[in-house]
Nanobody, 116 residues
Framework: QVQLQESGPGLVKPSQTLSLTCTVS??????????WGWIRQPPGKGLEWMGS???????YYSPSLKSRTSISRDTSKNQYSLQLSSATPEDTAVYYC????????WGQGTQVTVSS
């Protein structure tokens, strides 16, 4: 079965870039019509879709985060990553990598805190 695993620093300083990587096992990120992205949940708030990268490498971003967000992939490692620039404390959240043809697969989530 497909498994997703987030990795990256749990603490980021304000104004720095928040970077996370998702490692996909049990399936290929190039599988036709599959999409791989990121969803976050700030404390006390709902889930927020951030963006994704498709099987063909096309990017899709939330309009509210597009200017600060970059999602890329390394097909040789079956990994994709998130970079969120100019981080602020409001970016503190649990970050999930998600994927499949309809968000079938979720990672367990990783807490990222933006604080000095």
């Amino acid at each position: 079965q497909v498994q997703l695993q987030e990795s990256g620093p749990g603490l980021v300083k304000p104004s720095q870039t928040l970077s996370l990587t998702c490692t996909v096992s049990g399936g290929s990120i190039t599988t036709s019509y599959y999409y791989w992205g990121w969803i976050r949940q700030p404390p006390g708030k709902g889930l927020e879709w951030m963006g994704s990268i498709g099987y063909d490498g096309r990017n899709y971003y939330s309009p509210s985060l597009k200017s600060r967000t970059s999602i890329s992939r390394d097909t040789s490692k079956n990994q994709y990553s998130l970079q969120l620039s100019s981080a602020t404390p409001e970016d503190t959240a649990v970050y999930y990598c998600v994927g499949g043809n309809r968000h079938n697969y979720w990672g367990q989530g990783t807490q990222v805190t933006v604080s000095s």
